[in-house]
Nanobody, 112 residues
Framework: QLQASGGGLVQAGGSLRLSCAAS????????MGWYRQAPGKKREFVAN???????NYADSVKGRFTISRDNAKNTVDLQMNSLKPEDTAVYYC????????WGQGTQVTVSS
């Protein structure tokens, strides 16, 4: 189970930090990621962090977002800085190991 939190309403240029707490999965063996889905659009990749800590980012968020994981706490965070209105979406936490799990989503709204 993945439980995401930390979404909200922020002005353009502001920051938010999302957190995802995992339970019941092989967290240490999982690739942990964040995806987002804006109204009327397909769900898209935002960032992930490999088991060894290597990170990957969508071009649209590089330099603004930072993903991190804590294997002791079974959490993965997404620090979002310099937010833009086009970052508005529901953000989903994702875990992939031999299986896959999705969180329930948390709304991020960036006003111009």
């Amino acid at each position: 189970q993945l439980q995401a939190s930390g979404g909200g309403l922020v002005q353009a240029g502001g920051s938010l930090r999302l957190s995802c707490a995992a339970s019941g999965i092989a967290f240490g063996l999982s690739v942990m990621g964040w995806y987002r889905q804006a109204p009327g659009k397909k769900r898209e990749f935002v960032a992930n962090v490999q088991r060894n800590g290597r990170t990957n980012y969508a071009d649209s968020v590089k330099g603004r977002f930072t993903i991190s994981r804590d294997n002791a706490k079974n959490t993965v965070d997404l620090q979002m800085n310099s937010l833009k209105p086009e970052d508005t979406a529901v953000y989903y936490c994702n875990a992939v190991w031999i299986g896959e799990s999705w969180g329930q989503g948390t709304q991020v709204t960036v006003s111009s």
